[in-house]
């Protein structure tokens, strides 16, 4: 390939006769190489808070491992963690949090990350927590299926987790105090 680079691409300035000087070509062609293609999966995870409580943090654990017969090669990815109605990752997804991963993984190798979310105060009822392995695919994820994963409620299975609502707060005043007359 070689690089093309022109200036004012619109001819938005003025140039009278200087037109024609507006493109450079790279004198030399550049090879490009594509990413080796890897495959990452969530393996195992579990949502390790015993009780999931709107407006609450909630501590989660999973699991990712490298398929393939190469090593990551991309320095820096994020995991992420959503809320969803259904075990499956689609449009409707409420993004709960992301998580830099830093360390390179080896052909076969994995990593494991602790983390914890806070769960949207508006939020009831039978969810799913989902966590996706590289979510913007910089790896080059050839097997996009297997990046994402239901996490294990307290039951040990990716069903859904019962989000509560806490009882809602009734403050009442017990005592007022004025300026004392003078």
């Given at each position: 390939y070689y690089v093309v680079v022109k200036a004012d691409i619109n001819n938005t300035i003025f140039e009278h006769t200087g037109e024609n000087n507006n493109t450079v070509i790279s004198a030399t062609a550049t090879?490009?190489?594509?990413?080796?293609?890897?495959?990452?999966?969530?393996i195992a995870g579990d949502i390790i808070s015993t009780t999931v409580t709107a407006g609450?943090?909630?501590?989660?654990?999973?699991?990712?491992?490298n398929n393939s017969a190469t090593p990551t090669v991309i320095p820096s990815w994020k995991d992420a963690v959503y809320l969803s109605a259904n075990p499956v990752l689609d449009a409707?997804?409420?993004?709960?949090?992301?998580?830099?991963?830093n360390t390179p993984v080896a052909a076969g190798g994995t990593y494991t990350k602790t983390h914890t979310v806070t769960i949207p105060v508006d939020v009831s009822g039978n969810l799913y927590l989902l966590v996706t392995a590289?979510?913007?695919?910089?790896q080059n994820d050839d097997v996009r299926g297997n990046n994402t994963l239901a996490l294990n409620n307290s039951n040990g299975?990716?069903?859904?987790?019962?989000?509560?609502v806490p009882p809602p707060s009734d403050l009442v005043p017990i005592s007022l105090f004025g300026p004392a007359q003078g």
């Open positions: 090879t490009i190489t594509a990413l080796p293609a890897i495959d990452l999966s969530v609450k943090p909630v501590n989660l654990q999973w699991t990712v491992k409707n997804v409420i993004l709960l949090s992301t998580v830099t991963i590289d979510k913007d695919n910089q299975s990716g069903q859904a987790v019962t989000i509560t």
